[in-house]
């Protein structure tokens, strides 16, 4: 009989407190919806913001803990020998609505849930062929490729794009016109929550998503 692929186990850090303020732009509120906290500064993370990672199904499979200061590097640290190649960040979120918006990171991903959007992070512009599966199962049907504004964004778009193109109603996200390279969407919140809401307003109405 043909083995199920076994997942290791993944262990959470010890968590010092919840990470209930806010953070470069994002609310106690939403942090608290992803199961944020921080850790404590004498452990191996030091003082970090934990984050854990969940699949569809609720599982534990994974954990983003970041730096919320320069002299803790690097930025951002995962468990070794997690395979992210079937994972998208706040997958197991997904369902409030059809519509979803796919970022290359958590914290642009945070700055939709902020203003009350579904969106998913996919640890960078590593490709999403294997994760399309969770979009069906999750009921998505529009979705909208918030990608960096970068050359390495604007390709992972490309590539989303022509991968979802056939099975979803796919759109761009529409940054503000001659806005600066490498800028992500929260980079747009941490400047204004209006200047991100526009831009929401703006890629839904571009993409005739209602």
Avoid: M
Wanted: aromatic share 12%; net charge positive; hydrophobic share 35%.
């Amino acid at each position: 009989p043909k083995l199920e692929k076994q997942t290791a186990p993944v262990y959470l850090p010890i968590k010092d407190k919840d990470f209930d303020k806010p953070y470069r732009g994002i609310s106690p509120e939403v942090y608290k919806k992803v199961g944020a906290y921080s850790t404590f500064v004498e452990t191996f993370y030091q003082k970090r913001i934990i984050i854990p990672i969940y699949n569809y199904k609720n599982e534990l499979r994974s954990f983003e803990a970041i730096s919320t200061s320069s002299k803790i590097q690097p930025k951002v640290l995962r468990p070794q020998n997690v395979a992210t190649t079937e994972l998208i960040g706040f997958e197991h979120l997904l369902g409030e609505s059809d519509t979803l918006f796919i970022t290359e990171g958590t914290f642009s991903a945070l700055s939709f849930w902020e203003l009350g959007y579904q969106s998913i992070f996919n640890f960078g512009v590593v490709t999403i062929k294997d994760k399309i599966k969770t979009l069906h199962l999750k009921g998505v049907k529009n979705v909208i490729l918030a990608g960096d504004a970068d050359s390495a964004g604007k390709q992972f778009n490309k590539e989303c794009y022509h991968l979802l193109k056939h099975n979803f109603n796919v759109t761009f996200f529409q940054f503000p016109y001659g806005s600066l390279e490498k800028y992500d969407t929260n980079d747009l919140l941490k400047n204004g929550r209006e200047i991100l809401q526009e831009c929401i307003d703006k890629s839904l109405s571009k993409g005739l998503i209602k």
